[in-house]
Nanobody, 121 residues
Framework: QVQLVESGGGLVQAGDSLRLSCAAS????????MGWFRQAPGKEREFVGR????????YYADSVKGRFTISRDSAKNTVYLQMNSLKPGDTAAYYC??????????????WGQGTQVTVSS
């Protein structure tokens, strides 16, 4: 079993930066890829990016490439989503997930509770 807890969301202004954290635990945690997703009201859950525990390799959705950075601290079992140059369109509930590392939510077996990010104009 894998447990994930996100934190760091909040209300910010356009252009600001915010860092989300995902604290992970589980006896087989290292077998999984960690993904970040977001979901705005009335919209499908959207892939943001992913990273591997082993080497920290990353992959990003085009919508956030160049603005968001995913990193991990394996010693702390924590992954991060650094969000820069935030836009109102980034407003969503953000989720971390553990799974097989695809871009579809269906490839992730474990999910955190989500943390809300709201970006004002």
């Amino acid at each position: 079993q894998v447990q994930l807890v996100e934190s760091g969301g909040g209300l910010v202004q356009a252009g600001d930066s915010l860092r989300l954290s995902c604290a992970a635990s589980g006896r087989t945690l290292s077998n999984y890829v960690m993904g970040w997703f977001r979901q705005a009201p009335g919209k499908e859950r959207e892939f943001v990016g992913r990273t591997s525990w082993g080497d920290g390799s990353t992959y990003y959705a085009d919508s956030v490439k160049g603005r968001f950075t995913i990193s991990r601290d394996s010693a702390k079992n924590t992954v991060y989503l650094q969000m820069n140059s935030l836009k109102p369109g980034d407003t969503a509930a953000y989720y971390c997930a553990a799974g097989m590392g695809g871009a579809s939510p269906r490839t992730y077996a474990y999910w955190g509770q989500g943390t809300q990010v709201t970006v004002s104009s």
